[in-house]
């Protein structure tokens, strides 16, 4: 069983936009009370942060999606999502999710998102 659950992931030109969702699966710790980040890793490449939401609501972001992404809980805070607008061929990678709580920090599987050119 995967504790978080990644979908939104696909294939789309420069320039366009995906939504990526993530969810919990089994596990004793909610989105709403835990920071929650997204990551990415590209083929032969070292996972990267994408962006951060904190417990409080703060969110952070790699310089090089500023502007573009904006991670965001949802009402209830069981979900939180990445909107990525503006997409390049450099966004390629597979996008993981990551719960950090006190004890325990939990990743999704992964979703994949191919930007063409």
């Known amino acids: 069983q995967v504790p978080l659950v990644e979908s939104g992931g696909g294939l789309v030109q420069a320039g366009g936009s995906l939504r990526l969702s993530c969810v919990t699966s089994?596990?004793?710790?909610?989105?709403?009370?835990?920071?929650m980040g997204w990551y990415r890793q590209a083929p032969g490449k070292q996972r990267e942060l994408v962006a951060v939401?904190?417990?409080?609501?703060?969110?952070n972001y790699a310089d090089f999606v500023k502007g573009r992404f904006t991670i965001s809980r949802d009402n209830a805070g069981n979900q939180v999502t990445l909107q990525m607008n503006s997409l390049k061929p450099e966004d390629t990678a597979v996008y993981y999710c990551?719960?950090?709580?006190?004890?325990?920090?939990?990743w999704g599987q992964g979703t994949q998102v191919t930007v063409s050119s």
């Open positions: 990551n719960l950090r709580s006190t004890v325990f920090e939990f």
């Open positions: 939401i904190d417990s409080g609501g703060s969110s």
């Open positions: 089994g596990i004793a710790f909610s989105i709403n009370t835990n920071d």
